[in-house]
Nanobody, 115 residues
Framework: QVQVVESGGGAVQPGGSLRLSCAAS????????MGWYRQVPGKQRELVAA???????NYADSVKGRFTISRDNALNTVYLQMSSLKPEDTAVYYC?????????WGQGTQVTVSS
């Protein structure tokens, strides 16, 4: 089955950390650009971080220095390590896999940062 499935979301206090995982199946994972997006109600989905098949990364300005994206091609998994979390990081986080005209989305995982 062709899909990407997120895990690792939850509730954390400001300043805390979480690691999101996204496991892909049914695709040649190593050739895909993998990304993490997030969305809050009433706003557009926004790119948080992405990593290409070569390992090149890019980040939204709002998360630079706090979040790290990485991938393990042997496990068909991409990770998002989130540190120094802020209340404004609260959102549903979605995994995205992209290769030429093919795009896959996960179902999303909720991250809530609150004291």
């Amino acid at each position: 089955q062709v899909q990407v499935v997120e895990s690792g979301g939850g509730a954390v206090q400001p300043g805390g950390s979480l690691r999101l995982s996204c496991a892909a199946s049914g695709i040649i994972f190593s050739i895909y650009t993998m990304g993490w997006y997030r969305q809050v109600p009433g706003k557009q989905r926004e790119l948080v971080a992405a990593i290409t098949s070569y390992g090149t990364t890019n980040y939204a300005d709002s998360v630079k220095g706090r979040f790290t994206i990485s991938r393990d091609n042997a496990l068909n998994t991409v990770y998002l390590q989130m540190s120094s979390l802020k209340p404004e990081d609260t959102a549903v986080y979605y995994c995205n896999a992209r290769y030429i005209s093919t795009t896959l989305w996960g179902q999303g995982t909720q991250v809530t940062v609150s004291s």
